[in-house]
């Protein structure tokens, strides 16, 4: 990733605190600006741990679910066609349609060693959290014939643990996000494994259908 510091840490207006795309609006700005499917397939994934999060850890509302859902939907919008702007062209598009700041400052965060943005709410930290290790725990579902079915915690650390798996993701960041988060890396991956592969065997319906 291209690091690109936004060199600021303020986003969006107080007053559109509450305000969302609609999950059509998000789905049509995701479709028109992701054209990798697999990229498409790690936003929904993230987006979707986003919202499992919101609803079993943080107790909220349907409304407050898809405020996390969205910020994980579109947190790398631009990263396919426009990686040198990443992520400054969608927090500038969110600011734009008048979204809620704290979707678009979690946006902002989720890299801070690359955009500069400390992640400070509870919203912010889990989605830095999710998104490199949703990543690599993918990948490594790709290579077991079982896919999600029966991966553990120590099938995923062993994976961490080999630098030339995902070469990609950074295993720094991702001890970062725990700890930023106070949540343990067993934790958090027993929480990715079962979300996702409960989301991805949806995912893999809708395709079949």
């Known amino acids: 990733m291209t690091a690109r510091f936004l060199g600021r840490s303020i986003f969006g207006d107080p007053a559109n605190a509450g305000k969302v795309l609609s999950r059509e609006e998000a789905n049509a700005l995701l479709d028109s600006w992701v054209l990798n499917d697999k990229l498409r397939v790690h936003m929904r994934q993230v987006g979707n741990l986003m919202q499992r999060w919101a609803a079993e850890k943080e107790g909220l509302d349907e409304a407050g679910q898809w405020r996390w859902e969205m910020a994980g939907l579109l947190h790398d919008a631009d990263w396919d066609q426009w990686p040198d702007q990443h992520c400054s062209k969608i927090v500038t598009e969110l600011e734009a349609r008048n979204i809620d700041p704290e979707i678009i400052r979690a946006i902002a965060s989720h890299g801070p060693i690359h955009f500069g943005v400390e992640p400070e709410?509870?919203?912010?930290?889990?989605?830095?959290?999710?998104?490199?290790?949703?990543?690599?725990?993918?990948?490594?579902?790709?290579m077991r014939e079982t896919g999600y079915e029966g991966m553990d915690v120590a099938g995923v650390k062993k994976r961490l643990k080999s630098k030339g798996f995902a070469a990609n993701v950074s295993r720094d960041d991702i001890q970062d996000a725990c700890t930023r988060a106070n949540i343990s890396l067993e934790d958090l991956i027993d929480f990715i494994v079962k979300h996702q592969g409960d989301f991805q065997k949806t995912l893999d319906g809708n395709s079949e259908s």
């Not at 930290?125 to 999710?130: E, G, I, R, S």
Request: glycine share 4%; net charge negative.
């Open 121 to 142: 709410s509870r919203m912010d930290q889990m989605l830095y959290a999710f998104d490199e290790l949703s990543g690599l725990i993918h990948a490594y579902s790709l």
